[in-house]
């Protein structure tokens, strides 16, 4: 059984795409251990507790310093030994020592093709901002290993979606999440529940 925490901050549509791909079975042997979001009114935290699932909010806003929130965090996080920490519209700098207790054991969904339209600054709708005002054709969603780098580490799973000429940020986030997020982050535990995905030299093997 692999047991996974989600980390999240806002709507939590992927979290709920993961939550229904266990439910079907299309994740295979998997159980979410705890949902930790650092906004108390982030409505995936609502998604969890209806599914039964324990949902904690840890904010920066209760912490004197970053490296008290840091501290508190990664104690709440290590409390629940999970095998995989899934990043699902998670809007925080992880703390370093995170990173490296966890090496190879966090993923990330980013709302683009990487390397483009990511890094410091791109999450969320500012992705989608940014890629209408390039005026790219094509776009799409990364699911990919958590390194030191913001949107850096080894990539698992690419998906293609168009722009389409009359979209707004909003329209085209939605695209992206329907038909890339909430497909490829689901695969992509999947495999890791069924030891498939594996690192080496910074690069991602995947066994199908
Ligand atoms: C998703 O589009 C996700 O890819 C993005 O935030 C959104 C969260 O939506 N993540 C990032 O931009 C990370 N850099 P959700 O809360 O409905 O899953």
């Known amino acids: 059984m692999l047991k996974i925490a989600v980390c999240v901050s806002g709507g939590g549509t992927n979290l709920q795409a993961i939550m229904d ?6 994740i295979a042997d998997t159980s979410i251990e705890a949902v930790i ?11 969890a507790k209806s599914h ?19 501290e508190a ?6 409390s629940y030994a999970v095998d995989l920490v899934v990043l699902a519209g998670f809007l925080v700098v992880l703390p370093e020592e995170m990173i490296r207790r966890y090496r190879n054991r966090i993923i990330n969904i980013h709302p683009s093709l990487i390397p483009s339209f990511c890094g410091k600054g791109f999450y969320g709708l500012k992705v989608h901002e940014a890629v209408l005002e390039r005026g790219v054709k094509v776009t799409g969603a990364t699911v990919h290993f958590v390194d030191e780098g913001t949107d850096t580490g080894p990539i698992i799973f690419q998906k293609a979606v168009d722009v389409q000429e ?5 329209v ?37």
Not at 21 to 26: H, N
Not at 73 to 78: H, P, R, S, T
């Open 21 to 26: 791909a266990i439910d079907s079975g299309k």
């Open 37 to 47: 979001s650092n906004k108390r009114d982030a409505y995936a935290l609502e998604r």
């Open 52 to 70: 039964g699932i324990p949902a904690v909010c840890i904010s920066p806003k209760d912490y004197e310093s970053r490296a008290e929130f840091n």
């Open 73 to 78: 965090f990664l104690e709440k996080l290590d």
């Open 166 to 170: 009359d979209d707004t940020p909003e």
């Open 172 to 208: 085209l986030q939605r695209r992206v999440m329907e038909q890339a997020e909430w497909e490829l982050l689901p695969r992509a535990i999947d495999l890791i529940a069924k030891g498939k995905v594996s690192v080496a030299d910074g690069f991602v093997r995947i066994e199908e």
